[in-house]
């Protein structure tokens, strides 16, 4: 086994797990901004937004991700709508992303205490207000777990953007195994960098878990508090 051999193929290498990183990053960031207004509706909204959001969490989760990429890649231009193979696959990918992010967010919301939305209703808040101040510091914590799980699909998941023609990483790997015939190099490379991105998702996970957690809170209230002691 040539380790070697990734030395000639560097730049390439880079420029594929690049185009990963900027998949994974979008679809971590957008398919959770765009669903959580999204799931509000299904839980606060007019009975019609909750079931056009439910019928789209069920569509997205039973639509397989590659018809998905596949109808924004070569759907799309039949409808006159012409995009690059890298929005495309974004697309595509966070639209998948949401049906299951809707569902995560909803289960966060359901586990919020009904009495204490009697409470703020009560005390006169605003919808806005109690969903503010009450609701989501108390669903994020639970939603947060399942998101990041997902998220770690969603990584795997942008390979299948190599299939639209976009260079992700797996993409790379595929057209070097075909250029070189050294599949073991290049798939033991692959893991390497999959494993590295998933250990990068789950420190984070911790990271936001520990910041959304009641001791996590407590903790920086102390150091908040000590800091104006000294």
């Not at 669903?35 to 959001?53: I, K, N, Q, T």
């Amino acid at each position: 086994m040539d380790l070697t051999l990734f030395t000639q193929y560097t730049p390439l290498l880079l420029k594929g797990i690049g185009t990963t990183i900027l998949l994974m990053a979008v679809v971590g960031t957008a398919a959770p901004l765009l669903a959580l207004p999204l799931a509000l509706a299904r839980e606060y909204g007019p009975g019609w937004a909750s079931r056009g959001v439910t019928a789209f969490s069920w569509l997205m989760r039973a639509v397989p991700t590659l018809v998905l990429l596949f109808f924004a890649y070569f759907g799309l231009p039949a409808l006159g709508i012409f995009l690059p193979p890298l929005i495309s696959a974004m697309i595509a990918l966070v639209i998948s992303a949401m049906g299951y992010n809707v569902e995560f967010l909803t289960a966060g919301l359901r586990a919020v205490n009904p009495a204490m939305l009697e409470a703020c209703r009560a005390l006169g808040m605003t919808r806005g207000q109690m969903i503010r101040r009450v609701v989501l510091p108390q669903a994020l914590p639970v939603a947060v777990p399942p998101l990041f799980s997902n998220l770690t699909l969603n990584l795997k998941g942008t390979a299948l953007a190599g299939l639209v023609a976009v260079p992700e990483f797996m993409a790379t790997i595929s057209g070097l195994i075909s250029q070189t015939y050294r599949p073991i190099e290049f798939l033991l490379l692959a893991a390497v960098v999959y494993l590295a991105l998933n250990s990068a998702i789950i420190w984070l996970q911790g990271h936001v878990e520990d910041r959304l957690s009641p001791a996590g809170r407590a903790r920086r209230s102390e150091r908040l508090r000590a800091s104006e002691l000294m």
